[in-house]
T-cell receptor, first 116, second 115 residues
C-alpha cells in the first residue's frame, strides 16, 4: 500500500502567486517525520522543509510552509510568491522507524511549472 | 564540507551484465541509503547501511545488494541486469542519529541504462 500519496502529477502557477502541493500519508506509527524535496531538471534532490509528527506548529522555511493536518494525515507544501526557479519536481517523503533506522518513503512527485 | 559523491554519473550496460555503483557520504555521516528513481514510480527505497550493517531493506530482488565500508563509503551492486533496471540510482546520507530529525542529503545520482 502507498505510504505517501501525491495526487497532482502536474501543476501550473503564475509567477508571484502562491501554490499548494498536496501530500497525504499513511502510517500507524506515532513518531515519524515528513519532508519535502525539490528536484530540478539537473537531478539533484534538494531538501526544503521538515515537520515532525509531534510538532504542533506548522513548519516554515522562507517561502515554504508545510500545512500539517495530523488527523487528516496530510502534509501539504505551500510555496508563496512563486519564482521561475521554482519550476521542478517536488517530492513528499515520510521517515519512519526513527528508533530503528532511517527508512524514507517517497511519493511519486508533482511537477510544478511556474509561468511568467 | 563536501557533499555526497556518486560515481559513475552515467553508465550503459547490456542485459545480463552486472554493475557496481559507489557512494561517498558527507564526512561524519554514518547512514547511507540507496534509492531507485524511475519515471512515474518516484523514489523506491533499496537499502540503508549504518556503521557497515544493513539496517533496512526495501522490496527488491536479491540481485540488488550493497555494502558499507569502515569509512562509511558504500557500494551497491546489481547482478544479471534487466532492462527494467534502467533508472537513476540515488545515494543519500545523514548523520544517522536514530530518533531525531534529520534530512537526507542526496548525491547527483548514477544514471544506468541497460540495453
Amino acid at each position: 500500500a502507498q505510504k505517501i500519496t501525491q495526487t497532482q502529477p502536474g501543476m501550473f502557477v503564475q509567477e508571484k502567486e502562491a501554490v499548494t502541493l498536496d501530500c497525504t500519508y499513511d502510517t500507524s506509527d506515532q513518531s515519524y517525520g515528513l519532508f519535502w524535496y525539490k528536484q530540478p531538471s539537473s537531478g539533484e534532490m534538494i531538501f526544503l522543509i521538515y515537520q515532525g509528527s509531534y510538532d504542533e506548529q506548522n513548519a516554515t522555511e522562507g517561502r515554504y510552509s508545510l500545512n500539517f493536518q495530523k488527523a487528516r494525515k496530510s502534509a501539504n507544501l505551500v510555496i508563496s510568491a512563486s519564482q521561475l526557479g521554482d519550476s521542478a519536481m517536488y517530492f513528499c517523503a515520510m521517515r519512519m522507524g526513527m528508533d530503528t533506522g532511517n527508512q524514507f518513503y517517497f511519493g511519486t512527485g508533482t511537477s510544478l511549472t511556474v509561468i511568467p | 564540507k563536501a557533499g555526497v559523491t556518486q560515481t559513475p554519473r552515467y553508465l550503459i550496460k547490456t542485459r545480463g551484465q552486472q554493475v557496481t555503483l559507489s557512494c561517498s557520504p558527507i564526512s561524519g555521516h554514518r547512514s547511507v541509503s540507496w534509492y531507485q528513481q524511475t519515471p512515474g514510480q518516484g523514489l523506491q527505497f533499496l537499502f540503508e547501511y549504518f556503521s557497515e550493517t544493513q539496517r533496512n531493506k526495501g522490496n527488491f530482488p536479491g540481485r540488488f545488494s550493497g555494502r558499507q565500508f569502515s569509512n562509511s563509503r558504500s557500494e551497491m551492486n546489481v547482478s544479471t541486469l534487466e532492462l527494467g533496471d534502467s533508472a537513476l540510482y540515488l545515494c543519500a546520507s545523514l548523520e544517522g542519529l536514530a530518533g531525531g530529525p534529520g534530512e537526507l542529503f542526496f548525491g547527483e545520482g548514477s544514471r544506468l541504462t541497460v540495453l
